[in-house]
């Protein structure tokens, strides 16, 4: 299978995969000043994103999220790089502000059925991400 990517938000990252099945909210589900998933009826609670490549259906909750993942983007603390099966508005403002706010983003993209059957079965695999979506 190829490894590419719909890029979103063009960007770099490298870092371990993380992968859920379930929609995450970053209003309410993720603390921007440590990278913690603090929804505690999510399967990633308790896991520190900080750093990781993550990979989920797409986000849930209010606009809300942009402001908490744009804060997590300024405290360093956000995902290295966030991939979806589908354009999400809220996490693409947060990076877009990032970059005019503080000069520095994430990668989001989209990704296939295919692929994100593939990351299902390789949670913790490394991953480098390119500008142009190709991953290796």
């Given at each position: 299978?190829?490894?590419s990517l719909k890029m979103l938000i063009e960007g770099e990252a490298a870092g371990p995969l993380v992968f859920?099945?379930?929609?995450?909210?970053?209003w309410g589900g993720y603390d921007s000043h440590s990278g913690e998933v603090i929804d505690r009826r999510h399967p990633l609670s308790g896991q520190n994103?900080?750093?990781?490549?993550?990979v989920l259906?797409?986000?849930?909750?209010?606009?809300?999220g942009s402001g908490v993942l744009l804060e997590a983007i300024r405290n360093r603390t956000a995902p290295a790089a966030i991939i979806t099966l589908e354009a999400d508005h809220i996490l693409c403002l947060a990076a877009l502000l990032a970059q005019e706010l503080y000069a520095r983003s994430i990668p989001i993209a989209v990704a296939s059925a295919a692929f994100f059957e593939w990351a299902a079965r390789h949670d913790g695999t490394t991953l480098v991400l390119k500008p142009d979506g190709a991953l290796y």
């Open positions: 299978m190829e490894l859920t099945g379930q929609p995450l909210s970053f994103l900080a750093g990781k490549v993550l259906p797409g986000c849930r909750g209010s606009s809300s």
